[in-house]
């Protein structure tokens, strides 16, 4: 089901400015909140960011340099709670999708959008592409969390797992979004049912070894699932792309800023051919 917004409650107000690097911070306000955002270039397509746990625009400062070499639209942006975000209760993932789509709309992004996700954020993306899917040309997902990873571990290993766990979610104490990310686990289920079927979509997956030497996710095995978990996305997908780095670790954006672009331009490729294609058989 689509998420109807009501645009006439979002307006865009530029109420705050800084320097970040040579790029503005936004704010974009509405009744309700404010979002933080950067709004750089301009093109064909709307390249836009989900960040991880608690990232936002700031996580991406090191990367503009090479974001800007794509000749597209760039935006950046941080969900309720970070950077200058308004703080909120609700974190999920469909309210926080619900405010991104305010934003783009209130910046008058409507179609040709390419969602990028890395880590966390690639859950975001995944119910957006659902959510409004006659708005998205493509997918990118950069490392990205998976809803059966937590399952996939505990069966590896329990009790590696167990003791894991606990430091984890000591490590994370406070954070909504890793509560969030929690009940996920739970569910095990986003609205796509775990197959990316027909939008163009880039993977990136981290095989390196070594980033850690205690959580099982980092252990030769528990990369093992990860990289089987992000193939199965798109296993019935023609239009998709993915690629296996044991050069980088999750970090993939701060760690190979060329890579992530590389990987959005393949992707435009393979979008601009898909849509060429259906174009010709019409």
């Not at 301009?42 to 000749?71: A, D």
């Not at 199965?232 to 701060?254: C, F, W």
Request: proline share 2%; glycine share 6%; aromatic share 8%.
């Amino acid at each position: 089901m689509k998420i109807i917004v009501l645009l006439n409650v979002f307006c865009l107000l530029l109420v705050s400015f800084y320097s970040l690097g040579k790029v503005e911070l936004n704010i974009a306000q509405n009744k309700y909140m404010d979002l933080e955002y950067i709004d750089i270039g301009t093109g064909e397509f709307n390249i836009v960011i989900e960040s991880g746990i608690g990232m936002g625009v700031s996580y991406w400062q090191p990367v503009l340099s090479e974001l800007r070499k794509l000749p597209h639209r760039i935006i950046i942006y941080s969900r309720a709670g970070i950077g200058r975000s308004t703080d909120s209760t609700d974190v999920s993932i469909t309210r926080s999708n619900q405010r991104l789509h305010e934003l783009l709309t209130s910046l008058k992004i409507k179609n040709n959008i390419v969602l990028v996700g890395h880590s966390y954020g690639g859950l975001h993306v995944r119910e957006y592409a659902v959510a409004f899917s006659e708005h998205i040309t493509g997918i990118v997902l950069l490392d990205p969390s998976h809803e059966l990873f937590s399952d996939q571990l505990s069966k590896l290993d329990r009790a590696w797992f167990e003791r894991d766990d606990i430091k984890l979610n000591a490590m994370m104490a406070g954070s909504r979004e890793w509560a969030m990310l929690q009940d996920i686990y739970k569910q095990g289920s986003l609205s796509d049912k775990g197959a990316i079927m027909t939008i163009p979509t880039a993977i990136v997956t981290s095989s390196k070894l070594g980033e850690s030497d205690w959580w099982i996710g980092h252990s030769a095995k528990g990369k093992e699932i990860w990289r089987t978990l992000h193939a199965s996305l798109i296993r019935k997908n023609s239009n998709a792309i993915h690629i296996v780095s044991d050069a980088v670790g999750h970090n993939i954006p701060v760690e190979q800023p060329s890579l992530v672009v590389a990987t959005i331009s393949q992707l435009i490729s393979v979008a601009k051919a898909n849509t060429h294609a259906i174009s010709k058989s019409l």
